[in-house]
């Protein structure tokens, strides 16, 4: 899909909700193979049926009202909703050879997601002691318009990132996201912005070369 410098990773976009028990599975699998040497890394872009997520730090007096299936996830973080409207990103990469440090890997995503979304027109950034990606809102507010989430087995990524494109932010009502009370939801159509599916994942494979390299020099890794 991204045409460009990085052949050896797959990019897979569906264009149908894939229910999140199953992509997990999948996911878990894929991972597994990569660490065994089995299957190349993997992009996968996509959108799940609407469900609750809990990681591995979930509080279960943040699950408010669970309208939707909720899912055991095995990544880090708290509670989170997935569904219609949100894309999900995926990134399954082998760090034996990108550099041993998730840290350096989460903030590359972070950046990856900050520099798609300014494609758009919106300025997001990071926020001191706040996973995930801060916008402005309609009323001036501060609010999340993206999720980060991430698992490593064996050195091998998994989960990724989750933007909000157009998905119903009264869905997120049954949960407190990713523990954070005092901040609100956004969107991109909630600001104002249309952004297809199809466009959000053109614009962020665009942007993968600027991930993958800014990732290799946060982690000292040379060609």
Same mark, same amino acid.
């Given at each position: 899909? @991204? *045409?460009?410098?990085q052949p050896?990773?797959e990019?897979? #976009?569906e264009?149908a909700?894939?229910p999140?028990r199953?992509?997990? !599975?999948?996911?878990?699998?894929?991972n597994?193979?990569?660490?065994a =040497?089995?299957a190349?890394?993997?992009i996968w872009?996509?959108?799940? /049926?609407?469900?609750?997520?809990?990681?591995? @730090?979930a509080d +279960?007096?943040?699950?408010?009202? &669970?309208?939707?299936?909720?899912?055991?996830?095995g990544? =880090?973080g708290r509670?989170?909703y997935? =569904? /219609? *409207?949100q894309?999900?990103?995926?990134?399954? %990469?082998?760090?034996?050879?990108? +550099?041993?440090?998730?840290r350096?890997?989460?903030?590359a995503?972070?950046?990856?997601?900050i520099?798609t979304? !300014?494609?758009f =027109?919106v300025?997001?950034?990071r926020?001191? *002691?706040?996973?995930?990606?801060?916008?402005?809102d309609i009323? *001036?507010s501060?609010a999340k318009?993206?999720?980060?989430?991430v698992r490593? #087995?064996?050195?091998?990524?998994?989960h990724g990132? @989750?933007v909000?494109?157009? &998905?119903?932010?009264?869905?997120?009502?049954?949960?407190?996201p990713c523990?954070?009370a005092e901040?609100?939801v956004t969107?991109l159509? #909630?600001?104002g912005?249309?952004?297809? &599916?199809e466009?959000?994942?053109w614009?962020? !494979?665009?942007r !993968?070369? +600027?991930? %993958?390299?800014g990732?290799? #020099?946060?982690?000292g890794v040379?060609?």
């Amino acid at each position: 899909m @991204s *045409g460009n410098a990085q052949p050896e990773i797959e990019w897979r #976009r569906e264009t149908a909700p894939v229910p999140y028990r199953a992509a997990l !599975a999948e996911m878990e699998a894929r991972n597994r193979a990569i660490g065994a =040497g089995e299957a190349g890394e993997l992009i996968w872009l996509l959108e799940h /049926p609407p469900v609750y997520t809990a990681g591995t @730090s979930a509080d +279960g007096a943040e699950l408010l009202d &669970p309208r939707f299936e909720v899912v055991e996830a095995g990544r =880090g973080g708290r509670y989170t909703y997935h =569904g /219609p *409207g949100q894309r999900i990103g995926y990134v399954l %990469l082998d760090l034996n050879r990108r +550099g041993k440090d998730v840290r350096c890997f989460v903030h590359a995503i972070e950046g990856w997601v900050i520099d798609t979304l !300014a494609d758009f =027109g919106v300025e997001s950034w990071r926020a001191e *002691g706040r996973i995930g990606i801060w916008t402005r809102d309609i009323d *001036g507010s501060e609010a999340k318009i993206g999720a980060i989430g991430v698992r490593v #087995r064996k050195w091998v990524t998994m989960h990724g990132f @989750s933007v909000n494109l157009s &998905p119903d932010l009264a869905h997120f009502a049954g949960i407190v996201p990713c523990g954070i009370a005092e901040y609100g939801v956004t969107s991109l159509a #909630r600001l104002g912005i249309a952004v297809a &599916p199809e466009e959000w994942d053109w614009a962020l !494979a665009a942007r !993968a070369d +600027g991930f %993958l390299s800014g990732l290799a #020099r946060a982690c000292g890794v040379t060609a």
